[in-house]
T-cell receptor, first 116, second 110 residues
Framework: EPEVTQTPSHQVTQMGQEVILRCVPI?????FYWYRQILGQKVEFLVS????????KSEIFDDQFSVERPDGSNFTLKIRSTKLEDSAMYFC??????????????FGEGSRLTVL | ELKVEQNPLFLSMQEGKNYTIYCNYS?????LYWYRQDPGKSLESLFV?????AVKQEGRLMASLDTKARLSTLHITAAVHDLSATYFC??????????FGTGTRLKVLA
C-alpha cells in the first residue's frame, strides 16, 4: 500500500543551525501538508502546498520556515536558525485532489527534531 | 479562526465499559475525520465523516457527525486495553488546512 515516507526519523541539532526535513508524498497525491506536534500536545497545522505554491500557512509558519518541492517526488520543510522551542515531531501528510477520495489526510511516520 | 475542542482531554476507563468522546467545532464544515495516535507514532485514520448524520462503525468504535450542532462523537463500546491511545478529530472547513482537536488520551484499565 502506498505510504508517505519521511526522513530523517530523528534529527538532533544545535540551536541556530538549519535543518531540512524531507517527505515523499504518495505519488498521485496533489496536496501536501506539514504539521507539528510538541511532545504530548495537539497536532498543529503549519502549511499546505498545492500546485507548487503555498496554499495556506499558520501563524507558526513565519520567516524561519520554508517549504519546497524541488522535484516531482520530494516535499521539504526547511527550518532556519532553529530554536529550542522548535523541538517537536514534524508530520508530513498528503491527499489526492478534491474530486478523488474523501479528503482524508495520509500521514508519514514523522521526523523528531531535537534542538539543543 | 476555526476552533476544535474535544472532551474529555483524559479518559481512564475500565475494560468492558462504554464511553463517548465529543468533538465540537466553531465553524461550518461538512467534513470531519477521526485519527488514532499511539505513543511516539503517527496518526492513523479511523473514520471519515462527510455529511450531516453520517455514522461509521468499526469494531468497538462508532463515529457520528451532526453538522448543525457542529458536533461529532466517537463512541466506545465494551472497551478493551488495545483501544488505549490518543484520539483526535480533525475538521476540514473547506480551505487548505485541516484543524485538529485538542486530543483525548484514553487509557483502558484491565
Amino acid at each position: 500500500e502506498p505510504e508517505v515516507t519521511q526522513t530523517p526519523s530523528h534529527q538532533v541539532t544545535q540551536m541556530g543551525q538549519e535543518v531540512i526535513l524531507r517527505c515523499v508524498p504518495i505519488s498521485n497525491h496533489l496536496y501536501f501538508y506539514w504539521y507539528r506536534q510538541i511532545l504530548g500536545q495537539k497536532v498543529e497545522f503549519l502549511v499546505s502546498f498545492y500546485n507548487n505554491e503555498i496554499s495556506e500557512k499558520s501563524e507558526i509558519f513565519d520567516d524561519q520556515f520554508s517549504v519546497e518541492r524541488p522535484d516531482g517526488s520530494n516535499f521539504t520543510l526547511k527550518i532556519r536558525s532553529t530554536k529550542l522551542e522548535d523541538s517537536a515531531m514534524y508530520f508530513c501528510a498528503s491527499r489526492p485532489s478534491s474530486s478523488v477520495g474523501t479528503g482524508e489526510l495520509f500521514f508519514g511516520e514523522g521526523s523528531r527534531l531535537t534542538v539543543l | 479562526e476555526l476552533k476544535v475542542e474535544q472532551n474529555p482531554l483524559f479518559l481512564s476507563m475500565q475494560e468492558g465499559k462504554n464511553y463517548t468522546i465529543y468533538c465540537n467545532y466553531s465553524t461550518t464544515s461538512d467534513r470531519l475525520y477521526w485519527y488514532r495516535q499511539d505513543p511516539g507514532k503517527s496518526l492513523e485514520s479511523l473514520f471519515v465523516l462527510l455529511s450531516n448524520g453520517a455514522v461509521k462503525q468499526e469494531g468497538r468504535l462508532m463515529a457520528s457527525l451532526d453538522t448543525k450542532a457542529r458536533l461529532s462523537t466517537l463512541h466506545i463500546t465494551a472497551a478493551v486495553h488495545d483501544l488505549s491511545a490518543t484520539y483526535f478529530c480533525a475538521v476540514d472547513p473547506g480551505t487548505y488546512k485541516y484543524i485538529f482537536g485538542t486530543g483525548t488520551r484514553l487509557k483502558v484499565l484491565a
